[in-house]
C-alpha cells in the first residue's frame, strides 16, 4: 500500500505570493491532519478534515486554510506569504474508527521556502 | 490544554552506550503518549505509543518507554545505540476528543550517535 505522498517536494516562493500544497492520503485514509515544522515553533498543528469538513482548527492566522475532496486528498493553501512562513510542511492521514485512537501516517513533507 | 517539555535539546552519546530522551507533559485530561522519529529530509515515523494497559511500551527496532502517570513523564530510552539511531526525537500527546485528536509535539531531541 503506497504511503502518503505530497506535492510539491520543494517549493519557493516570494512575499507576497499565494502557494498550494497538495496531499495524497493512503487508500482508504479518511482523515488529513496537517502541521508546520520551523526551527523556531517546532511542529504546530494547522488543521484536520475528514469527510470534507474541517472539524479540528489550530492556532494559525486566516492566511492559512485547507479543503478535503471526495476521494479525500487534501490541499492546503497559503495566502500573502511571509518570511515567517518558510518550513516544512507535513501532512498525516488516519482511518478514524470515530470511536478511539487512529495512528496518524506521516508524508514526507512539502518545504517552503519564502524569499 | 495539553503541552510537552523535552528536557534536552541535543543529546550526543557514543556507539552502543545506553541514551535516555526526556519528555515531560502537561494535562488535565487523560492523554496517549507518542515518540515520533524523523531522519533527515524525511517526515515522522512512529517509534512507539502509550494508550492504556501495561506502562513499559517497546518498539521493534530496541527503544522502549515508560508511561508514568504521578511524574507525568514518557522518557525514550535505548540500552545500546547505534549509528543509524541518529535522527531526531519527538514526543507527542493526544487527547482524544468527539471522535478526532491533534498531536502536541514537544521541541525535539537530537541524539547523535559517534563513533
Known amino acids: 500500500k503506497a504511503g502518503v505522498t505530497q506535492t510539491p517536494r520543494y517549493l519557493i516562493k516570494t512575499r507576497g505570493q499565494q502557494v498550494t500544497l497538495s496531499c495524497s492520503p493512503i487508500?482508504?485514509?479518511?482523515?488529513v491532519s496537517w502541521y508546520q515544522q520551523t526551527p523556531g515553533q517546532g511542529l504546530q498543528f494547522l488543521f484536520e478534515?475528514?469527510?470534507?469538513?474541517?472539524?479540528n482548527k489550530g492556532n494559525f492566522p486566516g492566511r492559512f486554510s485547507g479543503r478535503q475532496f471526495s476521494n479525500s486528498r487534501s490541499e492546503m493553501n497559503v495566502s500573502t506569504l511571509e518570511l515567517g512562513d518558510s518550513a516544512l510542511y507535513l501532512c498525516?492521514?488516519?482511518?478514524?474508527?470515530?470511536?478511539?485512537?487512529?495512528?496518524?501516517?506521516f508524508g514526507p513533507g512539502t518545504r517552503l521556502t519564502v524569499l | 490544554a495539553q503541552s510537552v517539555t523535552q528536557l534536552d535539546s541535543q543529546v550526543p552519546v557514543f556507539e552502543e552506550a545506553p541514551v535516555e530522551l526526556r519528555c515531560n507533559y502537561s494535562?488535565?485530561?487523560?492523554?496517549?503518549l507518542f515518540w515520533y522519529v524523523q531522519y533527515p529530509n524525511q517526515g515522522l515515523q512512529l517509534l512507539l505509543k502509550?494508550?492504556?494497559?501495561?506502562?513499559l511500551v517497546e518498539s521493534i527496532n530496541g527503544f522502549e518507554a515508560e508511561f508514568n502517570k504521578s511524574q507525568t513523564s514518557f522518557h525514550l530510552r535505548k540500552p545500546s545505540v547505534h549509528i543509524s539511531d541518529t535522527a531526531e526525537y519527538f514526543c507527542?500527546?493526544?487527547?482524544?476528543?468527539?471522535?478526532?485528536?491533534?498531536?502536541?509535539f514537544g521541541a525535539g531531541t537530537r541524539l547523535a550517535v559517534h563513533p
Open positions: 478534515y475528514f469527510s470534507e469538513t474541517q472539524r
Open positions: 507527542a500527546v493526544s487527547a482524544f476528543s468527539g471522535g478526532y485528536n491533534k498531536l502536541i
Open positions: 502509550y494508550l492504556s494497559g501495561s506502562t
Open positions: 498525516a492521514s488516519s482511518y478514524p474508527s470515530g470511536t478511539d485512537y487512529n495512528e496518524q501516517f
Open positions: 494535562s488535565s485530561v487523560s492523554v496517549y
Open positions: 487508500s482508504g485514509h479518511r482523515s
